[in-house]
């Protein structure tokens, strides 16, 4: 690859924080976008300049974020409803190729992928762990 | 394999979730919260354990729900502090041999560890996977879909 993948990362909480730190040590460009600038402070400090204010549903607040450039957008906000609506417009109207959201409920992550939008869901995946851990330690 | 005596402590969605795995699964699974209403989360199909409201961080709970007899309790509240406390209570006051509890924030993860309980961060395994769905795309090219 001859550019560094540009990651527009929305919602800069604990898990959208943690993510930016990740792919930024592996090499890619991120930007965050949050509507709360207290949220940056999660961040390490050489990521302030990839940070941008704003209500990520307002297309200049992406576009100020390198949307058009992006090859990903990772909804990561608290809310579902806001990942899904976030991540169909980064889509359909930027075009944007991959569009991955956090989803809190299990069960809605179905709908999320009929809009193409691919999922994460904590929940599932820490019940899987769960699951594995004790299959390990398992008393006889 | 014999089934396992699970407590799941707090039943939002990550406990529920887990009640209803476990309960399927064929272990016996005991799920405590402070609200009733919260027990609305446990599947009819899925879930055929024991309900217990209370507040778990009172020992007299804990033993409503048998708590001496457990294999396994898992602290899953939507409070890193709390399911620190249960924890810690199932671990050296009723001695529950293996104790879990969900971390919210993965910088405790290590203090969790120290202190012999096992950790659930949903924060990191969902870290995790978008890192592997990010570059799997890359890797396919970037524009697999």
Same mark, same amino acid.
């Given at each position: 690859?001859a550019?560094a993948?540009?990651i527009v990362?929305?919602?800069?909480? =604990?898990? @959208?924080?943690?993510?930016?730190?990740?792919l930024?040590q592996?090499?890619?460009?991120?930007?965050?976008?949050?509507?709360?600038?207290?949220?940056?402070a999660?961040?390490?400090?050489?990521?302030?300049g990839?940070?941008f204010?704003?209500? $990520?549903l307002d297309?200049?607040?992406l576009?100020r974020?390198?949307?058009?450039?992006?090859?990903?957008?990772i909804?990561?906000?608290p809310?579902?409803?806001? *990942?899904l609506?976030?991540?169909?417009?980064?889509r359909?109207?930027?075009?944007?190729?991959i569009?991955?959201a956090?989803?809190?409920?299990?069960?809605?992550?179905?709908s999320?992928?009929?809009?193409g939008?691919r999922?994460?869901?904590?929940?599932?995946l820490?019940?899987?762990? &769960?699951?594995?851990m004790?299959?390990?330690?398992r008393?006889? | 394999?014999?089934?396992?005596y699970?407590?799941?402590?707090g039943?939002?969605?990550?406990?529920?979730?887990?009640a *209803?795995?476990?309960?399927?699964?064929?272990h *016996?699974?005991v799920?405590?919260?402070r609200?009733?209403?919260a027990?609305?989360?446990?599947?009819a199909? $899925?879930?055929?354990?024991?309900?217990?409201?209370?507040?778990?961080s009172?020992?007299?709970?804990?033993? =409503?729900?048998r708590?001496?007899?457990?294999?396994l309790?898992?602290?899953?509240?939507?409070?890193?502090?709390?399911?620190?406390m249960?924890?810690? &209570? $199932?671990r050296k006051?009723f001695?529950?041999?293996?104790?879990?509890?969900? &971390?919210?924030?993965?910088?405790?993860?290590?203090?969790?560890?120290?202190l012999?309980?096992?950790?659930?961060?949903?924060?990191?395994?969902?870290?995790?996977?978008f890192?592997?769905l990010?570059?799997?795309?890359?890797?396919? @090219?970037g524009?697999?879909?």
């Amino acid at each position: 690859m001859a550019l560094a993948p540009l990651i527009v990362i929305v919602g800069c909480g =604990r898990l @959208g924080s943690h993510f930016a730190e990740r792919l930024d040590q592996r090499g890619c460009l991120v930007r965050l976008v949050d509507r709360d600038a207290a949220a940056f402070a999660l961040l390490p400090a050489h990521l302030s300049g990839n940070c941008f204010e704003g209500e $990520a549903l307002d297309p200049a607040v992406l576009r100020r974020a390198g949307i058009e450039r992006a090859t990903h957008v990772i909804a990561a906000t608290p809310k579902d409803d806001r *990942n899904l609506a976030v991540a169909v417009v980064c889509r359909k109207a930027f075009g944007v190729s991959i569009a991955i959201a956090r989803v809190g409920d299990p069960q809605r992550a179905e709908s999320f992928r009929e809009f193409g939008i691919r999922t994460v869901c904590p929940t599932a995946l820490a019940g899987s762990a &769960v699951l594995s851990m004790i299959e390990e330690s398992r008393p006889r | 394999m014999r089934s396992l005596y699970v407590i799941v402590v707090g039943c939002g969605r990550l406990g529920s979730h887990l009640a *209803n795995l476990l309960s399927r699964a064929g272990h *016996n699974v005991v799920v405590i919260d402070r609200k009733a209403a919260a027990f609305a989360g446990l599947a009819a199909d $899925a879930y055929s354990g024991f309900r217990v409201e209370g507040d778990a961080s009172e020992p007299a709970v804990l033993r =409503r729900a048998r708590i001496e007899q457990a294999d396994l309790l898992i602290a899953a509240t939507s409070e890193d502090n709390l399911n620190l406390m249960i924890a810690l &209570v $199932a671990r050296k006051v009723f001695g529950v041999k293996h104790v879990m509890a969900r &971390v919210y924030d993965p910088k405790r993860e290590e203090t969790y560890r120290e202190l012999g309980l096992e950790t659930v961060c949903p924060t990191l395994i969902a870290g995790e996977h978008f890192l592997t769905l990010v570059f799997r795309a890359l890797e396919a @090219g970037g524009a697999d879909s």
